[in-house]
């Protein structure tokens, strides 16, 4: 059902993800029909990107090529208190989970 729902109200869009860049059909986008509900159309919001840290692998992280430990700027510069990109913001990021539950072995300050 909750499925069924969210055919109805969106259609498949292409996407683009922070640290990976634009995807074709990653996304949903409001159908025309429910344009009313469409926030960025209701209120004529025209959203700038926003850039990405250049010191941040987040992409490399998700796209599996490296581990988060393998970032210089893990548990130093970047960490939930001061997050430099994306894995680390969300607690269930990549960054933030090894943060959180990787080994005592791992720099951590
Ligand atoms: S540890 Fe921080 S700077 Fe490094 S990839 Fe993760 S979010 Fe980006």
Redesign the pocket.
């Known amino acids: 059902m909750a499925q069924k729902t969210i055919y109805e109200v969106f259609e498949i869009s292409d996407r683009t993800w922070r640290g990976i860049g634009e995807i074709p059909e990653s996304g949903y986008e409001v159908k025309n029909e429910y344009a009313r509900f469409n926030a960025r159309k209701k209120f004529n919001l025209n959203l700038e990107p926003v850039p990405e ?1 250049a ?4 992409g490399a ?1 998700m796209k599996g090529l490296k581990k ?1 430990i393998q ?1 210089p ?2 548990g130093t ?2 960490n939930p208190e001061h ?6 913001v969300s607690s269930e ?1 990549s ?1 933030a989970a090894y943060y959180h539950y990787a080994n005592n072995n791992l720099v951590k300050s």
Request: with cysteine; hydrophobic share 30%.
């Open positions: 840290n010191e941040c692998i987040s992280i988060p970032c700027n893990f510069q970047c997050p430099m990109g994306a894995p680390m990021g960054c």
